[in-house]
């Protein structure tokens, strides 16, 4: 029963912290006042919001290979969102910033 108890409090505590993180990245994207700034916050931020999602997923599921598919989801965001920013950033320095 406390090892329950313990574990739905991490996940609480995780998601919570994540969905933080969220927010924060959301409002970094909708304040900052250039391309660059928004991508780093917007990146950053999500990246350790999902991964804390992540985290306190994992004390819940039922099997390994339910808690590897959470993880290699993780992987796959991180690696998708550092491509694409650089993506972008590259573009943006290219063409320079639009009004």
């Known amino acids: 029963m406390t090892t329950n108890l313990a574990a739905d ?5 995780a998601i919570c ?4 993180f969220f927010l924060a990245g959301s409002v ?3 304040r900052f006042p250039d391309t660059f700034t ?3 916050a917007l990146t ?5 919001g999902l991964g804390l999602v992540v985290l306190g997923l994992l004390p819940q599921v039922d099997s390994l290979s ?4 959470l993880v290699l989801v ?4 991180l ?3 550092a491509t694409v920013s650089q993506l972008i950033a590259r573009a943006v320095r290219r063409e320079g910033p639009k009004p």
């Open 28 to 30: 970094g994207l909708l």
């Open 44 to 48: 950053k931020a999500d990246n350790l």
């Open 74 to 77: 993780w992987f796959l965001v």
């Open 17 to 20: 912290a994540g969905a933080f």
């Open 66 to 69: 339910t808690a590897c598919k």
């Open 9 to 13: 409090i991490f996940t609480i505590v």
């Open 38 to 40: 928004r991508l780093h």
């Open 79 to 81: 690696l998708g969102s």
